[in-house]
């Protein structure tokens, strides 16, 4: 553990909370770099833009740039140019990411492949019946990340990863999903750090998505009892995090332990 390199971050339960910052969270960022760790952030919100992420965490005291992010809906962008390349896309979204989807096609009268992101007032129940209809005439259907909810100040929305089981079981077909808890997401992410996956802390609030998925590419797992943190599944759960803390508040203890084992 005296290897550690870098430190990742997911950012919504993690450092904000409906874009209002957790207590801590800035220092705890300040902290890693005082340390000389590399810091990265990755995360599944597609209700904004990398740049706007970044500039949401500016806003909240925590300096970041765009290219330190790593968006399920970057990722997504990667993954159907290759995939699907020219093919014309319908995105059914909470909020505009385009900016990261550079280089697709939009079209929503008649697509090739169905992107998913994340859940909201979107997700009806006339747009949800056609996302199945185009699944079952053979249109691939993309999502941005299996995520099954969030955390907002309001208490749990609940998000993609709860629909897609559905689809698949009417349509017979796995539906690709690309960011968290998708391990592509963590490998670009510590590339992107230029550190290797066994030097690298992952700090989330998803007790799947997050960590244990990280743990699984070899990261070092934090869970934070924050955001979507419900101590029921972390008791249900065989598998364990590395560690478990009460907030970012307290990592630059635990980084001071680990750095020092």
């Not at 249109?139 to 993609?160: K, Q, Y």
């Not at 490998?187 to 700090?203: G, K, S």
Request: with cysteine.
């Amino acid at each position: 553990m005296a290897d550690i390199e870098g430190v990742l971050f997911d950012i919504d339960g993690v450092l904000l909370t409906s874009w209002q910052p957790i207590e801590g969270a800035g220092e705890a960022v300040r902290e890693v770099r005082r340390r000389g760790l590399a810091c990265g952030f990755l995360t599944n919100t597609t209700s904004r833009s990398s740049t706007l992420i970044a500039q949401g965490l500016c806003d909240a005291g925590i300096e970041v740039e765009a290219s330190q992010i790593v968006t399920a809906a970057r990722l997504t962008g990667e993954y159907v140019r290759a995939t699907y390349p020219d093919a014309r896309a319908w995105i059914l979204n909470h909020g505009d990411v385009s900016a990261d989807l550079e280089g697709i096609e939009f079209d929503d009268a008649d697509p090739e492949v169905v992107i998913l992101g994340g859940a909201g007032p979107e997700f009806t129940h006339e747009a949800l019946s056609r996302v199945l209809e185009l699944l079952l005439a053979g249109v691939p259907v993309v999502a941005m990340h299996r995520g099954m909810m969030w955390e907002t100040s309001g208490g749990l929305r609940i998000d993609t990863g709860t629909y897609l089981p559905g689809f698949e079981e009417v349509a017979g077909v796995n539906i690709a999903a690309v960011g968290k808890p998708s391990l592509t997401g963590f490998l670009t992410a510590t590339e992107l750090m230029h550190v290797e996956p066994e030097a690298t802390v992952m700090v989330g609030d998803d007790l799947i998505g997050d960590v244990l998925s990280s743990q699984r590419v070899g990261l070092t797992g934090v869970l934070v009892r924050t955001g979507k943190f419900r101590q029921t599944v972390l008791d249900l759960s065989v598998q364990k995090p590395d560690h478990v803390i009460d907030s970012v508040a307290d990592l630059p203890a635990l980084l001071g332990v680990l750095l020092e084992a």
